[in-house]
């Protein structure tokens, strides 16, 4: 039978031959077609550095077979995110698609440039479990500027040197 073999019914010659007889039959065999369910598009919902958190990642699943997938899971595995990774999508009917949204978390250690995952799709198909894994990349980008609880603490730090200098920082004020 050959590897891409479209789906259907079959009846395969068979020769068995012995030393002392000879047998020709026919064994029916029944190819059924895999969904298959690809990953289109892995994105952010926004511009992503090290260490940011609540990010959405969308995930682009598309079922491009007349078979529908049933209890679809998709599964987000890479050492650098965490967070809601893997999720039941449900059904994925032929010839259709859909958008599933994740919210994680980047590590701090992440390095900037393209973040490797791995995409996992597990699925049941005419009562088979089915799986398949992808490789795409996120874009993680280098931090900018100051980090806003860099600017509390500063503002903070401020307060306490103007408390505990007030009598002094009054003084001066009174003089001029």
């Known amino acids: 039978m050959p590897e ?3 789906p259907g019914y079959y009846e395969i010659p ?5 030393a002392s007889w000879d047998s020709n039959t026919t064994v029916p065999l029944t190819v059924r077609e895999k969904a298959p369910v690809s990953v289109e598009r892995l994105y ?4 992503v550095t090290p260490g940011t958190r609540n990010v959405k990642v ?3 699943l598309s079922n491009n077979g007349s078979q529908t997938a049933e209890q679809l899971r998709l599964s987000l595995v890479s050492g650098y995110i965490t967070g809601s990774t893997s999720t039941l999508v449900g059904s994925l009917p032929g010839k259709s698609s859909k958008i599933v949204m994740m919210e994680v978390d980047v590590d701090q250690k992440a390095e900037p ?3 490797e995952v791995d995409v996992e799709l597990s699925w049941v198909q005419d009562g088979r479990q089915l799986s398949s894994t992808s490789y ?3 874009p993680i980008s280098q931090s900018t500027g100051v980090p806003p609880l ?3 603490a500063a503002a903070v ?3 306490l040197l103007a408390v505990a200098f007030r009598k002094r920082l009054y003084a001066l004020v009174r003089r001029q």
Do not use: H, K, N, P
């Open 113 to 115: 440039g393209i973040l």
């Open 150 to 152: 860099l600017y509390a």
């Open 157 to 159: 730090v401020l307060l």
């Open 44 to 47: 952010f919902d926004r511009d």
């Open 14 to 18: 068979l020769t068995m031959e012995s």
């Open 136 to 138: 795409r990349g996120l």
């Open 58 to 60: 969308f995930v682009q």
């Open 4 to 6: 891409g073999a479209a």
